[in-house]
C-alpha cells in the first residue's frame, strides 16, 4: 500500500513542474547546465524551441551554442563566459541566429557553481527572447529621431521665415524713424506712427512665433547677467509710452527699496515676460490705470525671488476664460476679435518664467473691477556696479573722422545703415558681399566693421573667422536678421565684438559703438 503523503508529494512536484513548463513558455525563456569539468552541455526543450532546433537534435558542447552566434558577438559571448566564472553571476545580452535563419535578441544570465574547495564545476542559466523588446526600442528610437529631424526642419523654416521677414522690416522701420526726423507736419507724423505701429506688431508676431519655436525645441537657454531693475523698468516704460498714450492709461511703479539696486537674472526672459504683461493690461483696459508692484521674498534657505505683480483696472476676465489664458492661441473673449492679439503671450511668458525655475499666474480677476497676475522668479545677488547715468533719447554719439565698412548683401539696408552712419558723421564704405569684403580688408583696417551674417560668396562668419585668422584688430560687429541663440554664440566665438539682430535698435546700436570707440 502506497504512502498518502508520497502521492501528495508526486502531485505537489508535478503541478511545480507545470507551473515552471507554462512560465517558460510564456516568458520565451529556456534553461541550460553547462558540466564545464566534463565540457558537456545540455538545453531543455524551451530553449531547444527558441532556436527552433528540432528534439532530435542535441546540444553538448559549448561550440553548439557558439556557432548560432552572430560573429561580430562572438567576443562577447566569451567576455561573458570569463566574468560569470570570475564573478559568480552575470547578466548580457547576445545575438542569435535561429537555426532557420531568423536573427533574435537573448538575454542571457548565468550563475557559476561552485564545489566544497571553491572550483567550479559548472554553469546554469537561463535565456530570455527579448527581440519583440528590442524591437519596440528601436521603433521608438526611429521615431525619436524622426520626430527631431522633423523639429529641426521646423526650426530652421521658422528661422529662414524669421530671417527673411526681418530683413525687410529693419528697412521699414529703419527708414520710418528716418523720415520722423525730417517731416515736421502732424497729419504725416501720424502716417508714419500708423506705420510704425503696424510693423511693430508684425514684428511682435515674428517674435512670437519665434519664441514658441526656439521653447518647444528646448533651444532657448537661459543667460543670466547684472541687471538694475530701475533701468529696466525705466525703458520698459519708454517703450510702452506711445501705446499708453494712445489709450489714455496712467502706467504707475511701485518697487520696494529693499531690493537690491543690481540683480543677477536673465534680462531678455524677464524682460519678455513683463512686457507681454504689461501689452495685455494695456490692450485689455479702454481706460484706466496699470500698476506694476515688485517686491522681494526672502525664502527659508536664504535665497530670494522677485515678486511681479501687474494689476489693472480694465474688463476682467471670463470665467471660461481664466481656465485656458496660458495655453497657445487662446484669447479673453472680452473683447472686440480686431483687438486680439496672437493668443501666444501668456503661453510664452508662463513657459519663460517656468525656465527661471519661476511661476506665472492670474491670481485674481473680476468682471468690470480688472485683473492681477504675479509672476515669482528666483534671483542673485551681484556686487556688480554699473552706472545709471541715462541720456536723452534724442541723443545720439557722433564720431567725426571714424571709418566703416558697411558688410551688407540688402540694398535697402545698405543704404539705410549708411544714412545712419552718415548722420553720426561716420565715413561709411559699402561692400555686398563677404569675398569683396576680405578684399577690402586685405590691407586696411577700419574702425568698425558691421558684418551682416547671411551675405553671398563668403557668409559673415566665415568671413569674420578669416579675419581673425589674418590678425585683423578691428572691431567687428554682427548684424543679423537670424534671432537665434545659436546664431549669437557662433558670431561671438568667430570672433565678432557684439552681435545685434534685425530691426535694429539703433539707439542702442549707438550706445555701444560710443563705448566700444571711446
Not at 545677488?381 to 552706472?387: A, D, E, L, P
Amino acid at each position: 500500500m502506497s504512502d498518502p503523503i508520497d502521492k501528495n508529494q508526486e502531485s505537489e512536484d508535478s503541478n511545480h513542474s507545470l507551473r515552471m513548463k507554462i512560465a517558460l513558455e510564456v516568458s520565451k525563456t529556456g534553461t541550460f547546465f553547462w558540466d564545464i569539468r566534463k565540457a558537456k552541455l545540455e538545453w531543455d526543450r524551451s530553449l531547444l524551441s527558441l532556436f527552433e532546433i528540432p528534439d532530435s537534435v542535441s546540444i553538448q558542447v559549448l561550440e553548439d551554442f557558439l556557432v548560432h552566434v552572430l560573429p561580430e558577438d562572438r567576443q562577447k559571448v566569451e567576455d561573458h563566459i570569463d566574468r560569470v566564472l570570475e564573478h559568480g553571476v552575470e547578466t548580457y545580452e547576445v545575438r542569435v541566429k535561429t537555426a532557420t535563419g531568423e536573427i533574435k535578441w537573448l538575454r542571457d544570465s548565468a550563475k557559476t557553481l561552485y564545489d566544497e574547495s571553491g572550483e567550479a564545476y559548472a554553469m546554469v542559466g537561463a535565456c530570455t527572447d527579448i527581440t519583440d523588446l528590442k524591437n519596440r526600442i528601436r521603433q521608438c528610437e526611429l521615431a525619436q529621431e524622426e520626430a527631431e529631424r522633423v523639429n529641426a526642419s521646423k526650426s530652421e523654416f521658422v528661422a529662414n521665415v524669421s530671417h527673411d521677414m526681418r530683413t525687410p522690416l529693419t528697412a521699414i522701420l529703419g527708414f520710418t524713424d528716418v523720415l520722423r526726423e525730417s517731416i515736421h507736419d502732424d497729419t504725416e507724423r501720424g502716417y508714419l506712427d500708423v506705420i510704425e505701429r503696424n510693423t511693430s506688431s508684425l514684428l511682435k508676431l515674428i517674435d512670437d512665433v519665434l519664441d514658441v519655436s526656439k521653447i518647444e525645441a528646448g533651444e532657448d537657454r537661459v543667460v543670466n547677467e547684472p541687471v538694475i531693475l530701475q533701468k529696466m523698468f525705466s525703458n520698459i516704460y519708454e517703450s510702452l509710452s506711445k501705446d499708453l498714450k494712445k489709450h489714455e492709461i496712467i502706467m504707475s511703479f511701485d518697487i520696494d527699496n529693499q531690493i537690491p539696486e543690481t540683480i543677477y537674472i536673465d534680462l531678455q526672459r524677464l524682460r519678455r515676460i513683463i512686457i507681454n504683461l504689461l501689452s495685455n493690461a494695456i490692450r485689455y483696459t479702454p481706460e484706466g490705470t496699470v500698476k506694476i508692484k515688485v517686491n522681494q521674498m526672502l525664502m527659508p534657505d536664504s535665497s530670494r525671488k522677485l515678486v511681479v505683480q501687474v494689476i489693472d483696472s480694465g474688463e476682467g476676465i471670463l470665467a471660461d476664460d481664466k481656465k485656458k489664458i496660458f495655453k497657445p492661441f487662446s484669447s479673453n473673449n472680452t473683447l472686440k476679435v480686431d483687438h486680439k492679439g496672437t493668443g501666444l503671450g501668456l503661453y510664452i511668458s508662463r513657459k519663460l518664467a517656468n525656465s527661471l525655475d519661476g511661476t506665472l499666474e492670474l491670481t485674481s480677476s473680476e468682471r468690470g473691477v480688472g485683473s492681477v497676475f504675479e509672476l515669482q522668479v528666483p534671483f542673485g545677488v551681484t556686487n556688480t556696479t554699473t552706472s545709471t547715468r541715462k541720456r536723452s533719447p534724442a541723443t545720439f554719439h557722433e564720431f567725426p573722422g571714424r571709418t566703416a565698412l558697411i558688410v551688407e548683401d540688402n540694398a535697402d539696408n545698405r543704404l539705410l545703415i549708411n544714412t545712419k552712419l552718415g548722420n553720426w558723421k561716420l565715413t561709411c564704405t559699402v561692400v555686398g558681399d563677404g569675398r569683396a569684403a576680405l578684399k577690402e580688408l586685405k590691407d586696411k583696417v577700419y574702425d568698425v566693421v558691421f558684418m551682416d551674417i547671411r551675405i553671398p560668396l563668403i557668409d559673415g562668419i566665415a568671413v569674420t573667422k578669416k579675419l581673425r585668422k589674418m590678425n585683423y584688430k578691428g572691431i567687428i560687429i554682427a548684424m543679423t536678421a537670424n534671432a537665434f541663440d545659436q546664431e549669437r554664440d557662433l558670431c561671438l566665438a568667430a570672433g565678432c565684438d557684439r552681435y545685434f539682430s534685425k530691426p535694429i535698435e539703433f539707439e542702442e546700436l549707438n550706445s555701444e559703438l560710443y563705448g566700444l570707440l571711446k
